[in-house]
Nanobody, 119 residues
């Protein structure tokens, strides 16, 4: 079983910054992609960013140039540095990882962390 623990959300003013973290724990052989998604009230969950095991990244157009995804493979942790935050970035942010475990491939979701950007 794989468990994801997210942290770093909170309330920030527009233009401010936050850094989210998501640590994977459990019986993990390896982790391929690590990604962040977000879901605003009444909306679907949207892709934000992904980082591969080799460090390649991809971002949604809405966050390019403002958000940076990174990972620490030794800690099984993915980060999301969010700068120049806007009120429309307000959402619950979820991490999602692609893991290989003794039970096979598992792609769990974190519990979500609330990010609120005030204008």
């Amino acid at each position: 079983q794989v468990h994801l623990m997210e942290s770093g959300g909170g309330l920030v003013q527009a233009g401010g910054s936050l850094r989210l973290s998501c640590e994977a724990s459990g019986s993990i052989f390896s982790i391929k992609g690590m990604a962040w998604y977000r879901q605003a009230p009444g909306k679907q969950r949207d892709f934000i960013a992904v980082i591969t095991s080799s460090g390649s990244t991809n971002y949604a157009d809405s966050v390019k140039g403002r958000f940076t995804i990174s990972r620490d493979n030794a800690k099984n942790t993915v980060y999301l540095q969010m700068n120049s935050l806007k009120p429309e970035d307000t959402a619950v942010y979820y991490c999602n990882v692609d893991t290989l475990t003794p039970a096979g491939r598992i792609t769990p979701w974190g519990q979500g962390t609330q990010v609120t950007v005030s204008s």
